[in-house]
């Protein structure tokens, strides 16, 4: 017998795309959501959109340029009981929240960076689901700071037990960063898609689209005891496309 249910993971690009998110959340009705670059007042109605019960919010930092400022992290929403929430950082410090500047590029990496990892229960069986959003390069090729980055990441994954990790990782499948991943941790993200940007409503479609044309930086990794299928990746929502998938494990009979 198994147990399972409905996840979607989806950059919604802070304030831009709010109605288009929550339409669409509203629409495929997903059991766990996990966000990134979501802002802290805009996370409550995300739940709302999926009917769910509870959610974990990890701040980033601050974004004061925006229409209506706030602070901006990572969250998971779920329709199930969330048992424990657990917090590694790998970049930055936790309770020090620094501005970005969507303007100013030398700002992004400023925020802290993290892992969100959230224990859900469904039917009696504990499912760990975790998120991040990882550092960024202005061309999506690693330089030593993401170098610096994934190597601690992957130290905190090592000790993080079993999971489902889903994120915008701002590394190209094929990449160094990407086969770092890759390496320990299942990529599920089917390889027919070669690009997670939305090729429509990403900022660089007007000035340079062959840059994103071949850029799957969202991805889905799992270790051994997770199945992960059914997956899908949905454009037209955000800049970014959401990755859908349903996620289960294998009840061990007694």
Known sequence: MSVGFKLISLNIERHKHL????KFLTMRMPDVVCLQEVFEHDVERFLRAIGGLTYAFEPMGKRPDEPLPGIMGIAILS???IMKKEVRYYAGE?????DSIQ???STYNLMNRMILASDIEKDGMGFRIATTHFTWTPDGKPDDVQRNDIQNL?????ELGDFVLMGDFNAPRGGEIFAMLAEHYKDNVPPHYVTSLDQKLHRAVESHPHEIAD???DGIFSTPNYIVTDIE????VSDHCALVATVSKVEEEN
């Not at 936790?94 to 620094?98: S, T, V, W, Y």
């Not at 990746?233 to 037209?236: E, H």
């Open 79 to 81: 329709r199930f009981p």
């Open 154 to 158: 992957l130290r905190i994954l090592a």
């Open 19 to 22: 109605a288009l998110v929550e």
């Open 215 to 217: 850029k799957m930086v």
């Open 233 to 236: 990746m949905i454009c037209g």
């Open 94 to 98: 936790r309770g020090e929240l620094r």
């Open 103 to 105: 303007s100013d590029a």
